[in-house]
């Protein structure tokens, strides 16, 4: 993404504290790059257990879905 793109979408977090990309097919590393782009990124409490987070400390899924336990 060049950085005039960047830049306003920075703009638009800004404002609005949030940011919605519909119809995006990013892995993991492609979101921990794009968000470290934005500030430093916390270490979110998932023990890198694969139903809560993912490979990298800051990803951690947030989901209304309830899995049952086997």
Same mark, same amino acid.
């Given at each position: +993404? &060049?950085?005039?793109? /960047? %830049?306003r979408?920075?703009?638009a977090?800004?404002?609005?504290?949030?940011?919605l990309?519909?119809?995006?097919?990013?892995?993991? +590393? &492609?979101?921990?790059? /794009? %968000?470290?782009r934005?500030?430093?990124?916390?270490?979110?409490?998932?023990?890198l257990?694969?139903?809560?987070?993912?490979?990298?400390?800051?990803?951690?899924?947030?989901?209304?879905?309830?899995?049952?336990e086997?």
């Amino acid at each position: +993404m &060049d950085e005039e793109t /960047f %830049a306003r979408l920075r703009q638009a977090w800004e404002e609005n504290c949030i940011l919605l990309f519909r119809g995006q097919a990013l892995s993991e +590393m &492609d979101q921990v790059r /794009f %968000a470290g782009r934005l500030g430093s990124l916390g270490h979110a409490v998932n023990d890198l257990d694969p139903l809560k987070g993912g490979s990298h400390p800051a990803i951690l899924y947030v989901s209304n879905v309830r899995r049952s336990e086997e």
